[in-house]
């Protein structure tokens, strides 16, 4: 086997193992090898678990040999975040409180791709708690700092970071993370990789880390927009264990997607102005690429909320719910970042009338959002307007750039305001700024996915970044 | 929206709660410092009263209700 598997798509390895170029075993031995090789150059990974998989592995053998598939994620081996349960080891949740806690359940998702023959290798480090108190280091993990394959002088993204370094250093072929406002995305953006945000309730959250029950989701994060949409198809379905889950499936069908010269696709013209200069040539190419795809083309502009307000009361809030015995134990103040545990105390004095007027502001973004989707299709825009920052600088720090000369706040809010409405969105890489990723978001309505998916194959079809590789020669 | 607090809300997750906190940190380093607390809870104050100044009628009313 040559490096060139480790940067395969999944359809291409799977077919490779159904021709028996090589075994499961195979695979997931030089997966394990690579992620054991690199992974802790990142701080990738959080638990390896390579004597399972390679027994997994053995038994997809098996099948395949007698010629029992099972789809297109048969023998391939993929890493979970480390807030998804697998039952008898443990789930660290990223926080040094949960070190040692091990639940005797696993999560629905792992359930589900161990079901297609989908083989689980390791998990996969985060930020502590999904940074549910509000975290400001990059050094906000049990794990430390999550490190980026294109520079490890720079932050892979949170809270998602081991999942999008590994996938972007070739060390699995496709990773599960979760975002409840940003946590996909944004690493996704920052290493170089393709990332899906499903919609709310899509994708069961039985076994996940709860954070904020009412905004947690479970995505993807791959090479391409195609993998994204095969792995979603495994892992989305309705759940009785999860009283969020919508009752969907969903069918990850290209050959049936709307053809793009049907849809409207809205931008912002502001969006350029709040890039910085490194990253502004490469966002600026990449949106008039995205204007191109085919679609009609809107300007429009996001409606305006207290974005920030809301999701900090409402995530807030119920962050500070779902870990109050870890704040009355004290524990809390074991976490790496002392901002998560400050944060997480004086969310449990946020009063009940603002968390429900947050909500009640929630239903109107709701309303907003269905008045726009008349309007348009999908929306474009960067997913993060800069590159990955620096590891050793805190992630609020000053404003680096003072004098903006954006006219309006373009679609700077995407990324709360689509998880406050509960929207999907896929981040496609688009360009480089100082040698460091950048990437636009597609957004569209509820179970709009397939959509969003037929954008980014487009897109992805006219360009080349989701196929760039980090050199991995420091 | 300053380009500071774009930063942040696009960091993931909840890291909107300590823009009210200026004090440049040393990354990596645990901060020992009593006023994280007051700030956390001065930043949700300030998003409180944002929210509370945000106009809202009871016409809304009817989109958040328990469904049994």
């Given at each position: ?41 990142f701080n990738a990974?959080a ?34 975040k480390d807030m ?8 660290t949740w990223g926080a ?28 996969l480090s985060m930020v502590e708690l999904a940074g549910g108190g509000g975290y400001r280091l990059a050094g906000a993990s049990l794990f430390g700092p999550g490190l980026n394959p294109?520079?490890?002088?720079r932050w892979s993204g949170g809270s998602s970071s081991g999942p999008a370094s590994a996938v972007a ?6 990773a599960?993370g979760s975002e409840t406002s940003g946590s996909i995305i944004s690493p996704s953006a920052c290493c170089?990789v393709?990332g899906?945000r ?11 880390m709860?954070l904020?029950?009412?905004?947690d989701?479970?995505g993807?994060l ?89 999701t900090?009361?409402?995530i807030?809030?119920?962050g ?15 976490l790496a970042d002392?901002s998560q545990?400050?944060g ?39 997913s993060r307007?800069?590159v990955a920052p620096k590891v050793?600088e805190p992630l609020d ?18 990324i709360?305001?689509?998880n ?7 981040s ?11 990437a ?35 | ?6 930063a942040v809300l696009a960091a993931g997750s909840a890291t909107t709660g300590l ?8 990354a990596q ?40």
């Open positions: 086997m040559t490096d060139e598997i480790f940067y395969s798509p999944l359809t291409g390895l799977n077919e490779r193992l159904r021709k028996r170029e090589f075994s499961a075993v195979e695979l997931t031995r030089a997966f394990a090898e690579r992620l054991g090789k690199y992974g802790p150059r990974v638990l390896p678990l390579t004597e399972i998989a390679l027994r997994r592995a053995k038994e997809v053998d098996d099948d395949l040999k007698h010629d029992r598939f099972h789809g297109p994620l048969q023998g391939i081996s993929f890493g979970a998804l349960s697998f039952a008898g080891h443990p789930t040094r409180p949960f070190a040692s806690q091990v639940f005797d359940e696993t999560a629905t998702v792992l359930q589900k791709l161990d079901k297609a023959g989908s083989v689980l290798l390791a998990k294109w520079n490890p002088e250093a070739g060390l699995v072929p496709f599960l170089g393709t899906l499903p919609t709310y309730g899509l994708v069961s959250r039985h076994g996940a709860p904020s029950w009412t905004m989701k479970i993807t791959c090479r391409n927009v195609e993998d994204c949409g095969i792995v979603l198809q495994a892992i989305a379905g309705s759940d009785s264990k999860d009283p969020g889950s919508a009752g969907k499936s969903f069918y990850y069908t290209p050959q049936y997607a709307r053809k793009l010269s049907d849809m409207t696709l809205g931008f912002s013209p502001d969006d350029p102005d709040w890039a910085d200069a490194e990253s502004r040539p490469a966002l600026e190419a990449a949106l008039r690429t995205a204007r191109d795809l085919g679609a009609k083309v809107l300007e429009v502009s996001l409606p305006e909320f207290p974005w920030g307000s809301l900090d009361i409402i807030g809030t119920e500070g719910a779902a870990f109050e015995s870890l704040i009355a134990s004290g524990k809390v103040d074991e002392p545990a400050a997480l105390k004086a969310n449990l004095g946020v009063l009940a009338k603002d968390y429900l007027r947050a909500m009640r502001i929630r239903s109107l973004v709701k309303q907003k959002f269905r008045e726009l989707f008349t309007t348009v299709d999908v929306l474009v825009a960067p307007y800069n050793s720090g000053p404003d680096p750039f003072p004098s903006g000369k954006a006219k309006g706040p373009g679609m700077t809010s995407l709360p305001a689509g406050l409405a509960g929207l999907p969105a896929l496609v890489p688009c360009g480089f700024g100082g040698g460091l990723p950048l636009l978001q597609f957004v569209g309505p509820a179970f709009s996915e397939n959509s969003l998916l037929a954008f980014g194959r487009e897109f992805q079809a006219r360009t080349d970044w989701h196929l760039r590789r980090p050199p991995l020669s420091f | 929206m300053t380009r500071r607090q774009l823009l009210a906190l200026t004090t440049k940190a040393s380093t645990p901060l020992v410092a009593p006023d994280y607390l007051q700030a956390a809870r001065d930043s949700k104050r300030a998003a409180a009263a944002e929210l509370a100044a945000f106009p809202l009628d009871t016409a809304t009313e009817p989109a958040f209700q328990f469904k049994a």
